[in-house]
């Protein structure tokens, strides 16, 4: 009982890993406290948590005072408190599209266009911009759209493996070993794609008036490392388990 | 601070109208002043009816450069001008899908470089698609004069070129003061090679960082982006120094601030009034309302003015004003003395600006007198521009007035009227002062039609002296005013709080001079205080004229893209093309390999064998002293040999196989003559013994030494038994010739039994006939041949020292002389044939009776009886056969104390009863029956009893006893059928033709569409949705996707490919639910097997698999084609096409085809691709199949390779998003839990219980039964060996039935596997070993489960479809015998066993057999056609077809077959057959027929059920499968 309720958890593990991999927002991200511009027209600044989740498929950025609520200039005379907490997403999937934010650009590059309509805050919009340029090395939305659809592919195939290897440990247990190992190494292509896809030779680093956001990996990203890393040694052990000792 | 609200000047010019925040931003459209000029008013480009732009160029731009601004506008203004107009204006974006204006060099018609290419430009998405909007431009800039070449116009690029270091932006390192590599690579253009490594782009490295994307055009441009660059900075330091507290973003923002300012004051207040000749009026306020927009006319026509002013060469100083003569080194390479020339500088010389400083140049720039600003345009813009990749060398002129029609530009006249200037009406009013053949040539050029003339052409030509009166001024004046008053942001607007009153003071005093001061080292007081203009300039202006050049500009070298490729090309194609040849050859070797192996194998098997044989034979030697004994090959025909030993002995010559067994024996007792030939050329290995009567003995030996040893022995060996020898030598392939090799023999002995039989029965054969014409000669060897009884036995295929044929060979050969002549032969045939019956039972006891005593006594008897079992390969005990002979004995009335029987005795025992069979009993012949056929079938469904009376040839005896359709001697003969009046028609006949050849296609093809209905429909459906796919994807591209352009640059290939690509993504998905055998077994038992027709999944397998080749060929070539087309392509034409993977860095350069076919991921999986078709196609072949069935099946696995790599082909998603897994999953999830199920049952191992090795090569294993394992009779299972490989799994059809403990298969070895299979399980019983386990896979296949539910069943199996009904019968048996049983409908059935001859399955024979045995056995009513014998005159078959007629009775059983079934000869008459039924069992309405066999053989079934379902009587279903 206890082994198969361990089994279970394992896999379940492994399932919870890789779906959260999948639709996670985190594989990279970055944030900090910085002094910065709000809006157009005031001469307010206002202290905020610039932060940035990078998914596979997109990108949120959040805007959060320091505190939340903060009198903001309107105008040259008037002054409102108001509350500074945002969060905004912006896709690229999987679009790139052409150059410039028409009907035909990429999806990021509309959704950013939308944005400024709308008048997000400026820092939101700063850091958005950086994701709709698209020339020589500066690339991130290429980077990130490129590496983030092929990880994404990568990671849905390890789904239907994953389903396998559990319908197999019903079933054939050393088959089932393999699978998970397959499951694995499809998670450690989908990491090795997402960390090595970029064009450029730089980070993406936006500088702030107080500092820049540089990113680093996120808790989706680890998150699917363990995953593999349990998968992997679940799946070898399972493997070399029904080799050696047959019942 | 104040300083914030600076920062809210956006770098995207976003925001700065608080109501239209996208006013003035980049991407917005342009706006018009005029109407436009479009000629249809939508957006076409205005061509009609105009002059050629390059020729208008020529005609009217080129003339005597190196006239000095008489105005006294310095060169620093020009390229002032072109630094505002790069931050207010970038409309050199193309339109996507790109669109061609080229312009025709008219006089370069004949040569291959008469075209200047361009493109549309950008316009807003949208627009000039429909009469209410005409086509609009796009400005990538910011319309605000706000220095976005300064610090680029998006925020990211801003910070890009930043140090964030005291508000500073970016200087290159070791060079303070200059704008740092563009090692970030910030999209800059880059429209020029690398002349290093031509045609490679430049290392965008290379490039300074600017704002401007356009900033390295050429070094003066450079010069003036790098003295604002470094005015920032100064700005910055100062503002450092004073608020030592501040952070870097407050200094940057306030030093940006300060630079906009002065930039916006010196461009508006000191260079426009320069430009346009007069001052711009003061400002007022901030107009909330004024769309500060480019408009067209200003961008594509008026601030193009500077054109003119542009010099070739820049003159670069030293302070003391001197040129700087000669030039540095670095400035060498594109320049002449002593200015710097534009033409060889473009994109250039940036390091050379590091290294030297921008002083000379700027004082060169401020000191220099710019070009007359007239029409007249510099050659090193006119005709030297830089261009693409395609066209080094460009014409600017041409270029601009084909951008204005591009733009659709008002006329000139037109446009005046807009600006409220008076349009002209005649040529000579444009400018006075112009020459008056140039006014001819406009003139001319425009057919005399002043409102013909365009805005640019006339607008550059116009007379400037009276500055009110230029449209050009006025349309430069008014897109100033209205982007200032526009701009809230503005300096001067006090409102917007940036600066206050003596900050604006400070700002308005700041000239360029100052500026320049303060960021150059030379002295402020080297420059007048309007640096625009060269009026008190310290320096004398210097005139700079082409000629004055060492060097001139670098001539036009357009490339060819693809030049060089065409080898690439063939190579690539040739590779693509080589892939299935190689595996193909590569298959061939493995086949030819396994085969050469298992002939190896086979050998030293062999080898192995004659190594115990002959020295058991050497023993055998030493006892016959006189004996030889050597080993040779005999030829047995052309390309046949066997290896022999060959043993003279006593008087006899006999051949031994390596196995020992006795071949051939030829005696000399009889003759006394014999020719010995030799070969006498070539390897001399061939010796030849003729004997009379026999076949000749042809050797050949390993070399010609032992065969000297073995004439020697021969001939000693002739001398000994006095045996008469000629000996002849002759050439070999003579011998070869005259040899009569047992090849030979045996077509003549074919003839010899044909012309028996034709004989015997009066038949006139027609291929006999045929065949006596042509081999005229050999009748009469035919009357000369004799049969050995060694050849009597073989064409009855039995053992030759046999009873039988011992005894038959003796009574035929009535001359004793050991051989058997044509007559002796003739003779005992007709006497079998027509003999009386008297005479037939006669001959029987002659035969038996061996010791001619007259009398059969028991041990006779016994024999005889022995004899027949072991001629139907059946076996009985001693007891058994004894008791047989008493039951004889006793018929005939003889008691247990007499012990032998009288010739009359036994006549009667056999005639008792039965002499009606004896006469009737004749043979089924083609020659006969054809005759007859015509008459049944008119009559055949009221079959009288007339005609079956004719027709009885091969019919027991029961048609004549009107009883019985199986006629047994046994007790239970009696039982209810044997009431029964019916008859059964079970005769033999020979299918017919149809007389025409239309006749036969037309019921040919109504047959198929009837037989395969379901099939069809299928099809239908199937390709219904392949070709649904394939017009959606057609039309896509043809008609629906024309905005994507892709079709305008492939033509037909993107049609072509991704029509064939949207097929075989359908294609390769529903290969899969081909191949889920689960899932296909579990369907056929429902309702949809009515619809599907699921045992054809295998062969629909290899039809999607062949189409898809097919589609696979053409897409492959649809995209062979299309490469083609995107290497010949210019980039900026890709990038439209392909965003994903290219941008238009301005460089032109398409990527190579290499690239395209190995570097992306597609072209790379496409090659990859191709190579794992070839390879699962090649070795799916039938051959392979046939000869390496391992490598097919590893090989075919490639399949998930296959899928794998299509997924990642079209990953990319190049040309559309991918879609193929799409298509794949929900086949794949079915296939892999159909693998699933698979793997979970096939991982059990199996014991087997019995393995048992039956005659004709057929296993037979019996094996445990798995739990669970449910299964109908009739279906198959996969197996693997755990000996031979766990991965490799043949199918088989379970023989056993379901109520069976265990499962048993029959194999029959016809391949390595199987008779590995074979040979594995045969050794382990041998040595008593364990027998090897079993993987179990299935069952599979439909079981034929519904012939209980009729009361008749009618079972046909033909060949190996045969199989199941093994199955089934035990089940049929089982099922009605027991209880369970009792309550199913079904009452009889009836077995028709259709084979070519019963030999090749032996073992169903058995099986039959048993199931007679059982109780059950009367329930089914067995009947066996041999069909062979109705085209080949097979003796045994003849015989045993005889005696079998004789002796079923005394037998109880088919002599032939060795069961109560009978044998007829010939095929079935199902017509005829199936009536008989009807009347058979008339109460009986509906009868099950269930087939399964060839088509053939099916489809007569159906036939037959359909004709008699039209007579309204008892109705037939028929079932059947094909095999
Ligand atoms: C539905 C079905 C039922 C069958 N039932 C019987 C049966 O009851 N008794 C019997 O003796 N034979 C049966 N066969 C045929 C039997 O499967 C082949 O003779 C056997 O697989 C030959 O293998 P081999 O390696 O010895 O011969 P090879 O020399 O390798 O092949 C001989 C022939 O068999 C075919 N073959 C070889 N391997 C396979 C395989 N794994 N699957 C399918 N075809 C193969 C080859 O294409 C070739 O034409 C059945 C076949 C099918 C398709
Ligand atoms: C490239 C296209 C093809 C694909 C993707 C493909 C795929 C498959 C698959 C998935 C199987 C089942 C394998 C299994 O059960 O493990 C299979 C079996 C088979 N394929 Fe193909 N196949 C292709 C082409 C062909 C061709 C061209 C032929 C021959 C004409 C062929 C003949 C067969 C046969 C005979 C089997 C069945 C073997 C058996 O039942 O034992 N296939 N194929
Ligand atoms: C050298 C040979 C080949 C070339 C150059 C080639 C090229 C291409 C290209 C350019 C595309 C469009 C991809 C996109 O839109 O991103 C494509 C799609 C496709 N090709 Fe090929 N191909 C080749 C061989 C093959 C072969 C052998 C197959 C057969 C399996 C194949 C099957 C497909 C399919 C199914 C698609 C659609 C993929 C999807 O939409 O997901 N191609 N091919």
């Known amino acids: 009982r206890l082994y198969m309720l361990l089994r279970v958890v394992i896999s379940l593990f492994i399932g919870a890993s890789i779906f959260l991999g999948v639709l996670g927002q985190d594989w990279e991200s970055a944030e900090i406290e910085t002094k910065t511009a709000y809006k157009a027209f005031t001469k307010t600044e206002i202290h905020a948590k610039v932060g940035m989740k990078i998914g596979l498929g997109s990108v949120n950025v959040t805007l959060k005072g320091t505190p939340i609520y903060q009198t903001v200039g309107h105008s040259d005379s008037v002054n409102f408190t108001e509350r500074i907490d945002y969060n905004e997403r912006f896709h690229w999937a999987w679009r790139q599209g052409r150059i410039g934010f028409g009907p035909y650009a990429g999806r990021i590059n509309q959704e950013f266009r939308q944005a400024q309509y709308r008048g997000v805050p400026l820092p939101i919009q700063w850091v958005a911009e950086y994701f709709t340029l698209d020339g020589e090395l500066i690339r991130w939305g290429r980077s990130y759209r490129t590496a983030g659809w092929f990880a994404n592919q990568v990671l849905w195939t390890a789904v239907p493996v994953w389903l396998i290897a559990n319908i197999l440990s019903c079933v054939v247990l050393f088959y089932a070993g393999c699978m998970f190992m397959v499951t694995s190494v499809f998670m450690f292509v989908s990491l090795i794609i997402w960390s090595t896809i970029k064009w450029g030779t730089q980070p993406l680093s936006i500088p702030f008036e107080d500092g820049v956001l540089y990113t680093h990996y996120g808790s989706s990203f680890w998150l699917v490392v363990s995953g593999g890393i349990v998968s992997f040694l679940y799946g070898a052990i399972i493997a070399m388990m029904d080799t050696f000792t047959p019942q | ?1523």
């Open chain 2, 1 to 1523: 601070f104040n300083d914030i609200l600076n920062r809210n000047r956006r770098m995207d010019g976003w925001y700065n109208n608080l109501d239209h925040p996208q006013w003035g931003s980049p991407g917005e459209r342009m706006i018009r002043r005029s109407t436009n000029g479009y000629s249809n008013g939508i957006n076409k480009p205005i061509e009609d009816g105009l002059p050629n732009p390059h020729t208008l160029s020529r005609l009217l731009m080129r003339g005597e450069s190196g006239i000095p601004s008489v105005t006294g506008k310095s060169v620093f203004l020009a390229f002032f001008g072109q630094h505002v107009g790069d931050d207010m204006i970038d409309s050199r974006r193309n339109a996507c899908p790109s669109e061609y204006i080229n312009i025709e060099i008219e006089e370069n018609k004949e040569s291959n470089n008469h075209i200047l290419p361009m493109y549309r430009s950008k316009f807003i998405t949208g627009s000039g698609s429909s009469v209410n909007s005409p086509r609009m431009l796009v400005n990538e800039a910011t319309s605000w004069l706000d220095g976005s070449v300064i610090y680029g116009n998006s925020h990211s690029w801003s910070e890009h070129l930043r140090s964030f270091e005291r508000g500073r932006l970016k200087e290159e390192d070791g060079h303070p003061g200059y704008p740092s590599f563009n090692r970030n690579e910030i999209p800059l253009y880059n429209p020029t090679i690398d002349l290093k490594r031509p045609p490679k782009t430049r290392n965008p490295e290379e490039l300074l960082s600017f704002g401007n994307p356009r900033g390295n055009e050429n070094p003066f441009l450079m010069t003036i982006e790098i003295i604002w660059f470094r005015w920032h900075n100064h700005l910055a330091e100062k503002i450092a120094v004073q608020n030592p507290d501040w952070s870097d973003q407050q200094i940057f923002d306030k030093a940006r601030k300060w630079t906009i300012a002065t930039y916006q004051n010196i461009a508006f207040y000191e260079w426009l009034p320069e430009i346009i000749g007069t001052s711009p009026p003061p400002y007022r306020e901030y107009n909330k309302f004024m769309l500060p927009s480019v408009s067209v006319e200003f961008s594509i026509a008026a601030m193009r003015l500077g054109h003119s002013l542009v010099p070739s060469g820049v003159v670069l100083r030293q302070p003391d004003c001197s040129p700087i003569d000669p030039l540095p080194e670095d400035y060498l390479a594109s320049a002449g003395e002593p200015a710097l020339r534009l033409c060889n500088t473009y994109w250039q010389l940036q390091d050379a600006l590091l290294d030297l400083g921008i002083e000379g140049i700027v004082l060169g720039m401020t000191s220099q007198n710019a070009e007359e600003e007239d029409a007249v345009v510099v050659d090193d813009l006119a005709g030297f521009l830089y261009g693409p990749l395609k066209r080094t060398r460009m014409d600017l002129e041409a270029m601009t007035i084909q951008r204005g029609r591009d733009a659709g530009l008002q006329r000139y006249n037109e446009v005046r009227k807009t600006y409220d200037l008076p349009p002209i009406t005649d040529f000579s009013q444009l400018n006075p002062s112009l020459p008056n053949e140039v006014i001819a040539r406009l003139r001319n050029a425009y057919n005399n039609d002043t409102n013909k003339l365009e805005l640019y052409v006339a607008g550059m030509m116009e007379d400037r002296s009276n500055a009110s009166n230029v449209l050009f001024y006025k349309i430069i004046l008014e897109q100033f005013q209205r982007t200032r008053d526009g701009d809230r942001l503005w300096f001067e607007n006090a409102q917007n709080g940036l600066f206050n009153a003596s900050e604006l003071q400070e700002i308005r005093q700041t000239t360029m001079r100052d500026i320049i001061a303060a960021t150059t080292t030379f002295n402020r007081s080297l420059f007048q205080p309007n640096v625009f203009n060269t009026a008190g300039s310290r320096c004398a202006s210097i005139t700079v004229r082409k000629d004055m050049f060492s060097k001139s500009c670098t001539p036009n070298t357009g490339i060819d893209f693809f030049y060089g490729y065409w080898g690439k090309y063939a190579g690539i194609v040739v590779l693509l093309l080589l892939f299935p040849f190689v595996s193909y050859f590569v298959m061939c070797m493995i086949a030819w390999k396994r085969q050469y192996d298992l002939a190896k194998a086979k050998k030293i098997a062999t080898q192995k064998v004659t190594r115990r044989k002959s020295s058991s034979q050497n023993e055998a030697e030493i006892e016959s002293e006189d004996g030889a004994v050597f080993s040779a090959f005999e030829v047995e025909g052309q390309d046949k040999s066997r290896r022999v030993v060959v043993m003279l002995e006593g008087t006899c010559i006999k051949l031994f196989s390596s196995a020992g067994r006795e071949l051939r024996k030829i005696c000399f007792s009889h003759f006394k003559k014999s020719f010995l030939f030799m070969s006498r050329n070539k390897r001399k290995d061939l010796i030849v013994i003729r004997v009379p009567k026999e076949y000749d003995v042809v050797l050949r030996f390993n070399d010609s030494l032992e065969r000297v040893e073995a004439i020697k022995n021969v001939q000693e060996f002739m001398q000994h038994n006095g045996v008469n020898v000629d000996v002849f030598e002759m050439d070999e392939s003579a011998l070869k010739e005259e040899a009569v090799t047992k090849e030979a023999r045996q077509a003549l002995l074919e003839t010899f039994l044909r012309q028996t039989f034709a004989e015997a029965l009066n038949i006139d054969d027609a291929v006999e006939q045929n065949s006596k014409a042509k081999y005229r000669h050999k009748t009469m060897e035919v009357a000369d041949c004799e049969l050995t009884q060694m050849e009597l036995a073989e064409t009855m295929g039995m053992k030759p020292d046999s009873l039988f044929v011992t005894q038959m060979f003796q009574l035929a050969d009535t001359d004793h002389s050991g051989y058997l002549s044509f007559r002796e032969f003739a003779d005992l045939i007709i006497l079998l044939m027509n003999g009386s019956p008297e005479q037939k039972a006669k001959m029987l006891f002659d035969m038996y009776d061996v010791d001619h005593s007259g009398e059969i006594n028991r041990e006779e008897g016994r024999n005889m009886i022995k004899s027949f079992l072991e001629m139907a390969g059946a076996n009985l005990g001693p007891d058994e056969v004894s008791a047989a002979v008493s039951t004889i004995f006793k018929e005939a009335g003889i008691g247990e104390n007499k012990d032998s029987l009288t010739l009359e005795d036994f006549t009667y025992v056999l005639l008792k009863d039965h002499r009606e069979a004896f006469e009737s009993s004749e043979l089924s012949m083609p020659g006969i029956t054809k005759s007859l056929k015509k008459k049944m079938n008119h009559q055949a469904h009221h079959a009288s009893p007339m005609i079956r009376r004719q027709d009885t040839y091969g019919t027991s005896s029961e048609e004549v006893n009107g009883t019985e359709i199986r006629q047994r001697v046994t007790s239970n003969s009696d039982t209810k059928e044997g009431k029964s009046n019916g008859k059964v028609f079970s005769d033999a006949t020979v299918s017919h033709e149809e007389k025409t050849w239309f006749a036969r296609t037309w019921k040919y093809l109504k047959r198929n569409v009837e037989n395969y209905r379901r099939h069809i429909f299928c099809m239908v459906i199937f390709y219904g949705i392949t070709i649904a796919l394939l017009v959606e994807r057609a039309t896509l591209h043809a008609y629906g996707a024309q905005h994507i352009g892709i079709r305008r640059v492939t033509e037909w290939g993107i049609i072509i490919s991704r029509a064939s690509a949207a097929a075989i993504s359908f294609h390769f998905r529903s290969i899969l639910l081909t191949m889920s055998r689960n899932l296909i077994a579990t369907c056929r038992e429902t309702l949809l097997k009515n619809l599907i027709p699921f045992d054809s999944a295998v062969a629909f397998h290899k039809q999607i698999a062949y189409v898809a080749l097919v589609e696979t060929i053409f897409h492959v070539l649809g995209h062979a084609s299309n490469f083609y087309h995107f290497c010949v392509h210019p980039l900026p034409v890709l990038a439209c096409l392909f965003p994903k993977i290219f941008v238009d860095d301005g460089s032109d350069l398409p990527k190579s085809l290499t690239w395209w076919f190995f570097e992306t991921i597609t072209g790379l999986t496409g090659v990859l691709l191709l190579l794992t078709i070839s390879i699962i196609y090649v070795f799916a072949m039938q051959y392979s199949r046939r000869f390496c069935f391992r490598a097919f099946w590893i090989t075919h696995h490639l399949y998930t390779v296959l899928y794998i790599l299509t997924i990642l082909h079209g990953s990319l998603g190049i040309v559309q998003a991918p879609v193929f897994h799409f298509y794949l999953v929900v086949p794949v999830v079915i296939f892999l839990i159909d693998k699933m199920i698979t793997i979970s049952r096939s991982k059990v191992q199996i014991t087997v219980i019995k393995a048992e090795a039956l005659p004709s090569g057929v296993l037979n294993l019996v094996f445990k039964r798995p739990v669970a394992f449910d299964y109908q009779s009739g279906q198959w299972v996969r197996i693997a060996s755990l000996s031979l490989g766990t991965n490799e799994y043949h199918p088989f059809t379970l023989t056993s039935a379901p109520h069976e403990r265990y499962l048993s298969l029959h194999i029959r070895s016809v391949g390595p596997w199987t008779s590995n299979l074979r040979n594995l399980y045969q050794t382990a019983v041998e040595h008593q070993g364990k027998l090897p386990n079993l993987y179990l896979d299935g069952p599979f296949g439909e079981g034929h489960q519904d012939w209980y539910k009729y009361e008749v069943s009618v079972l046909v199996g033909a060949g190996i479809g045969v199989t199941p009904f093994a199955s089934i019968l035990k089940d049929i048996v089982n099922r009605t015998s027991t209880k369970k049983g009792s309550h199913i409908p079904c009452k009889k059935i009836y077995f028709i066993w259709v084979t070519r001859t019963q030999r090749h399955f032996e073992w169903l024979t058995d099986i039959i057999r048993e199931l007679e045995e059982t109780a059950g056995g009367d329930l089914v009513s067995t009947h066996i056609y041999i069909t062979q014998f109705a085209n080949k005159y097979d003796l045994r078959t003849t015989m045993l077809y005889i005696c079998e007629r004789y002796f079923q009775k005394v037998a109880n059983k088919s002599m032939f077959t060795g069961l109560k079934a009978i044998t007829h000869f010939g095929r079935p008459q199902f017509e005829a057959f199936l009536d008989s039924l009807q009347t058979k069992h008339k109460e009986v309405r509906t009868l099950g027929v269930f087939s399964c066999g060839p088509p053939g053989l099916t489809n007569g079934v159906e036939d037959a059920c359909r004709n008699l379902n039209k007579l309204n009587k008892a109705r037939f279903n028929h079932f059947y499968e094909n095999f």
